[in-house]
């Protein structure tokens, strides 16, 4: 998904001024999301694959993930990383650095219960007496 700058679009600026600007120093290509669900719980856990190239010199991977999950690992071209920083829900690793124009990939493998917030937002969770189990809907 290309970052276009086109006037209209730099006129929506203000919407999106909280992502960190090392979102632009690549070009996604392919994402595969891997997470798991249940029906009792609104706990994910689970990875994404992002493949991508540089549009520039990149050293420092920046991608977007609620603070409520916990980032177990992150391997990008195959090394594990373990040190980032967080900036509300950005997050930023120093990596190896890659060329412009150079391909790419980084797996993110993370877990936690989002609450309210982020992919799983529109669940809720409680007991059900009739069926003598916990729900989630």
């Known amino acids: 998904c290309a ?10 600026d203000h919407l999106y001024d909280w992502q960190s600007k090392f979102l632009d120093h690549y070009d996604v ?3 595969f999301l891997d997470i798991e669900v249940s029906g009792s719980s609104t ?9 991508a190239i540089a549009m520039q010199d990149l050293d ?8 409520a999950h916990t980032i177990d690992s992150i ?4 090394k594990i ?14 990596v190896e650095p890659v060329t412009g124009d150079s391909h790419f990939s980084f797996t993110v493998y993370y877990n ?19 069926y003598e189990t916990h729900v989630a809907w």
């Open 3 to 12: 970052h276009a700058h086109s006037r209209w679009v730099n006129s929506l």
């Open 29 to 31: 290509t392919f994402y």
């Open 43 to 51: 706990f994910v856990s689970g990875k994404v694959t992002i493949e």
């Open 60 to 67: 420092t991977l920046a991608f977007e993930l609620i603070d």
């Open 75 to 78: 391997v990008f071209n195959g």
């Open 81 to 94: 990383y373990t040190n980032y920083t967080r900036q509300g829900d950005n997050v930023l690793v120093d």
């Open 112 to 130: 936690g219960d989002p609450g309210d917030t982020g992919f799983l937002s529109g669940l809720s969770k409680a007991y059900n007496e009739k």
